[in-house]
């Protein structure tokens, strides 16, 4: 079965530096997305992407961060300057229809800025 | 935007009995509803899910309610199992359908 998949798996850094997840979405998928849930919270999204350009971003999503899709199979969060709450469960998702319809969710990379 | 309310934070029942999990949404136009399962330290799953076009669906053990003139829906598990215990998140795709809208998640603890 098709899966999304992510690494690393656990990243730590040290405040202030800059951080990349990656992501290879399910590979017919065209719609991709990056959530968070820091710990015990609920999960909470970021940022949609599609064509090659942000559909939708929220809050959260400010300037230090950015995605790209650098080539046809990977899909990556960067984060510019991490901040102590940037800690938290990154999940990278991706679904094949608009609507956000069965969207599916990767692993998972642990961000801890100490 | 969109905001997706939980209920209850935390549940817990007996081997075979069955559970239900409330949400209601806040924006009339949302029209997908899905439903994730998440374990200790794992992905969210989808379990099941509903277009605003359909009251009910069933999946074996697993069925989803809607009623779009109160804007709540609700998941029920019938026949629980030990291994239905986990975090459960409902979620509202917003008005775009460019993003989900998770609730808080229910702590199902199903005991032998």
């Known amino acids: 079965e098709p899966e999304v998949t992510q690494t690393p798996s656990h990243q730590v850094t040290q405040m202030g530096q800059e951080v990349i997840l990656r992501c290879v979405p399910i590979?017919?998928?065209?719609?991709f997305y990056w959530y968070r849930q820091i710990l015990g919270q609920k999960v909470e999204f970021l940022v949609s992407?599609?064509?090659?350009?942000?559909?939708?971003k929220s809050e959260i999503f400010d300037d230090q961060f950015s995605v790209e899709r650098p080539d046809g199979s990977n899909f990556t969060l960067k984060i510019r300057s991490t901040k102590l709450e940037d800690s938290a469960m990154y999940f990278c998702a991706s679904s094949l229809t608009q609507g956000a319809s069965s969207t599916f969710f990767g692993q998972g990379t642990r961000l801890t800025v100490v | 935007g969109e905001n997706v309310e939980q209920h209850p934070s935390t549940l817990s029942v007996q081997e075979g009995d069955s559970a239900v999990i409330k949400c209601t949404y806040s924006d009339s136009a949302s029209n997908y509803f899905p439903w994730y399962k998440q374990e200790l330290g794992k992905r969210p799953q989808l379990i099941i899910d509903i277009r605003s076009n359909v009251g009910e669906k069933k999946d074996q053990r697993i069925a989803v309610t809607l009623n779009k003139t109160a804007k709540h829906f609700s998941l029920h598990i019938t026949e629980t199992q030990p291994e239905d215990s986990a975090v459960y998140f409902c979620?509202?795709?917003?008005?775009?359908?460019?993003?989900?809208?998770f609730g808080k998640g229910t702590t199902l603890s199903v005991s032998s």
């Open positions: 979620a509202a795709a917003n008005q775009a359908g460019t993003a989900l809208i």
């Open positions: 590979s017919n998928h065209l719609y």
């Open positions: 992407f599609y064509n090659n350009e942000i559909s939708e």
